[in-house]
């Protein structure tokens, strides 16, 4: 018998593995739904969505809140707002505080610099193949899908090569709260995680502050001078880049590879026609959302879609279930390369926060499926015992594993 909606544990294990039968009955029967014993919605369906990112003077981007895991397994909320006192930059700050971060980070994403790393990119991906692929096989997340996004994200900000292993660690760890399953003893040590990455990026900082380089250190160091920006928020903007721009490429480059092991026929074809690349990621953002959601708080009482929407609750914007609405996309749950609708998917937020970094995650995602592709003839998941695991998170849809086995290593080299 289906349990109803009101019953079910968010955070169970088979639900946190394969959420889209759960998002379908929510787009259904409940696109506006409550979680038991809290003050958060989930929203689903793709209109709602779109709607509720367009309405910023009802639903605030500022991370208030989150659902946490309780040691019954039922759902709390964990306040991030600290009484008022915390700040929300970026991402999680509104206009005008929004746009002047996003203005701040932007030089340092324009399409010029992006075009430029490009040949740092596919050096990159080439070493991390050949240092990672053994025997026929590769462990795709931490040989690739982890360590590509992170070097570039340093490249970007002005970090140094050697720190990369341990931001990765930081970055992913700091976030966890973020995804609800975290235990009392992880609490502590995302906190501390946090903590760490900030006092490393408020060090990097103070550093270059006598002479600022042409990296987003460099133009964070000189709007913090200029009295555009306190050092604290450059410091809060760093990690959110880090945070988010890892975990999100990351989830993108082994979502693609798990969809491409399991479906040979698609394989063949991107490699003989590497332009299909393109769409494929595209799709593979919509049926496989890096990001499963993003947070809104309710600013004052209201409804979304009938609901009655209490001023202090909360929304989980379900990116991921939206993704998947056959009122917008025909055969949700297929992917399609041909599909006219491509670029509607919410993977990458909407409008005015559109994702600032998602033409750098495109191209990296390009280059590593391009090189998996052309290193091998063919490749599945591996038949080890856990060859594939996701994450389990409310928060992102990303592999802590994905073992990959091939039958050749080829030789290849990757042309833009």
């Not at 203005?103 to 430029?116: G, N, S, Y």
């Not at 499963?292 to 209201?302: F, G, K, L, N, S």
């Not at 670029?343 to 750098?360: P, S």
Request: proline fraction near 4%; charge should be negative; glycine fraction near 8%.
């Amino acid at each position: 018998m289906t349990r109803a909606l009101d019953e079910i544990n968010v955070f169970d294990h088979e639900l946190l593995d394969d959420p889209y039968p759960l998002y379908e009955r929510l787009r259904t029967t409940a696109p506006v739904h409550r979680v038991a014993d809290t003050n958060f919605y989930l929203v689903s369906r793709w209109d709602l969505v779109a709607e509720a990112t367009a309405r910023a003077a009802d639903f605030s981007s500022n991370l208030t809140g989150v659902l946490v895991r309780q040691s019954d397994g039922s759902a709390a909320v964990f306040d991030m707002d600290g009484g008022g006192q915390a700040i929300h930059v970026l991402a999680t700050g509104d206009d005008p505080t929004h746009m002047v971060h996003r203005k701040a980070v932007l030089p340092a994403l324009v399409a010029k610099r992006i075009r430029a790393l490009e040949t740092t990119i596919v050096a990159t991906a080439d070493g991390l193949w050949e240092e990672g692929f053994r025997d026929g096989r590769i462990e795709w997340m931490s040989a690739l899908a982890d360590r590509l996004p992170m070097t570039l994200v340093a490249r970007l900000i002005g970090l140094p090569d050697e720190d990369i292993p341990q931001l990765v660690a930081w970055g992913y760890t700091s976030t966890e709260l973020l995804g609800g399953v975290v235990t009392t003893e992880r609490l502590g040590v995302a906190v501390a995680a946090a903590a760490e990455l900030a006092g490393y990026l408020h060090e990097q900082l103070t550093n270059v502050r006598t002479d600022p380089g042409d990296n987003l250190l460099g133009d964070l160091a000189k709007a913090c001078a200029a009295g555009d920006l306190t050092a604290e928020v450059a410091v809060l903007i760093l990690i959110q880049l880090v945070g988010a721009g890892g975990e999100s490429t990351a989830g993108l480059i082994g979502n693609a590879a798990r969809l491409l092991a399991a479906d040979q026929a698609l394989q063949h074809r991107l490699r003989a026609d590497p332009d299909l690349i393109v769409p494929f990621l595209e799709e593979t953002l919509r049926v496989e959302s890096p990001f499963r959601a993003h947070h809104r708080h309710v600013i004052a009482d209201t409804t979304l879609g009938d609901v009655t929407l209490p001023a202090g609750s909360h929304l989980l914007l379900l990116w991921a279930a939206a993704n998947r609405d056959s009122a917008v996309f025909p055969d949700p749950d297929v992917v399609r390369l041909d599909r006219p609708t491509t670029r509607n998917h919410l993977a990458f937020g909407k409008g005015i926060r559109f994702c600032v970094g998602a033409t750098l995650a495109r191209l990296e995602a390009k280059i590593a499926l391009r090189t998996l592709l052309s290193g091998t003839e063919s490749f599945g998941i591996d038949t080890e015992p856990d060859a594939a695991q996701w994450l389990p998170s409310i928060f992102v849809r990303r592999h802590r594993r994905l073992s990959l086995n091939a039958d050749r290593d080829g030789l290849f080299r990757y042309r833009a």
